[in-house]
């Protein structure tokens, strides 16, 4: 089994700075793909941030130059640098990867993690 699990959420005051991260464990062969999603009730989960497995990295354009996703493949561990944080920042931040196990390639999404952007 393929656990990912993100930490690092809470409470920050406009302006500030959270690092998110989505740790991957069990069986896996490679981590491909990874990408950050966010949701607010209501509304539909969009992209945040995505890493290919060269690390080539895509942003959404509300996000450039604010976040950053990186990702360290010794730890399989995914990370998202939120600084110059919004009150609009504020939703459950989840991970999404595709992981390799065996000779297969899987979907797998954390459980989510709340950043809330408030003074």
């Known amino acids: 089994q393929v656990q990912l699990v993100e930490s690092g959420g809470g409470l920050v005051q406009p302006g500030g700075s959270l690092r998110l991260s989505c740790a991957a464990s069990g069986r896996i062969r490679s981590i491909n793909a990874v990408t950050w999603y966010r949701q607010t009730p209501g509304k539909q989960r969009e992209m945040v941030a995505g890493?290919?497995?060269?690390?080539?990295?895509n942003y959404a354009d509300s996000v450039k130059g604010r976040f950053t996703i990186s990702r360290d493949n010794a730890k399989n561990t995914m990370y998202l640098q939120m600084n110059s944080l919004k009150p609009e920042d504020t939703a459950v931040y989840y991970c999404?990867?595709?992981?390799?196990?065996?000779?297969?390639?899987?979907?797998?999404w954390g459980q989510g993690t709340q950043v809330t952007v408030s003074s």
């Open positions: 999404n990867a595709h992981i390799q196990i065996d000779s297969l390639v899987y979907s797998y």
């Open positions: 890493i290919t497995s060269s690390s080539n990295t």
